[in-house]
């Protein structure tokens, strides 16, 4: 049963362009979000996150959104530079569940020259 | 810090040899995982440790860990099925920090 869904496996972007990435979650007891960034042979690495209690927080380049009522968050990137291809993972936690991680599917980015 | 390291990076075996996945970090957390990761799967749990003594399991048998310590957290499949040709991921944290999880590049295992 997955409670985290990313429905676009992939995306492909104009260097220099927005890259919007999408995830939806059904558990409503979820109250942390996460995106990772995976390279080929390496393991993800923590990109940024949002608490529950926000709609929004930026990061440089990155932004994630948040829309509790819909269970949807998005991955903004702003502008997208070739380095940005990777596969990126949404991930949900709960406090009341020892913050153990769920994980999407996963959404390949690239980003065209 | 190393962070977190896993041993080995690629692995073969057949169907019903048995296999440890090594796992191990230095920056004293309290938290470990593992995860495989398989295409259009994303991540899937199989067991963590909240702490040196205790673990829990996520998903049915075919696996089994130990943590004796805080730093070593191997991963034991018992007699290996071509349904757990994967990539093996470790991750720790902070126990209760929600910050996400710090993880070891990954073991790529395939059974015959």
């Known amino acids: 049963d997955q409670q985290v869904k990313q429905n676009s496996p992939s995306l492909s972007v104009q260097e220099g362009r927005i890259s919007i990435l999408n995830c939806d979650y059904t558990?409503?007891?979820?109250?942390?979000f996460l995106w990772y960034k995976k390279y080929p042979a390496e393991g993800p690495t923590f990109l940024i996150s949002i608490s529950s209690i926000k709609d929004k927080n930026e990061d440089g380049r990155f932004t994630v959104f948040l829309n509790k009522s819909a269970k949807h968050l998005s991955l903004h990137i702003v502008p997208s530079q070739p380095g940005d291809s990777a596969v990126y993972f949404c991930a949900a936690s709960s406090t009341s569940n020892d913050y153990k991680l769920s994980f999407g599917a996963g959404t390949t980015v690239t980003v065209r020259a | 810090n190393a962070g977190v390291t896993q041993t080995p990076k690629f692995h073969i075996l057949k169907t019903g040899q048995s296999m440890t996945l090594q796992c191990a970090q230095d920056?004293?957390?309290?938290?470990m995982s593992w995860y495989r990761q398989d295409p259009g799967m994303g991540l899937r749990l199989i067991y963590y440790s909240a702490a040196a003594g205790t673990t829990d399991k996520e998903v049915p048998n075919g696996y089994n860990v130990s943590r004796l310590n805080t730093e070593d957290f191997p991963l034991r499949l018992v007699s290996a099925a071509p349904s757990q040709t994967s990539v093996y991921l470790c991750?720790?944290?902070?126990?209760?920090?929600?910050?996400?999880?710090?993880f070891g590049p990954g073991t790529r295992l395939t059974v015959l």
């Open positions: 920056m004293n957390h309290g938290y």
């Open positions: 991750a720790s944290r902070l126990q209760g920090a929600n910050f996400g999880q710090f």
């Open positions: 558990n409503s007891m979820f109250d942390y």
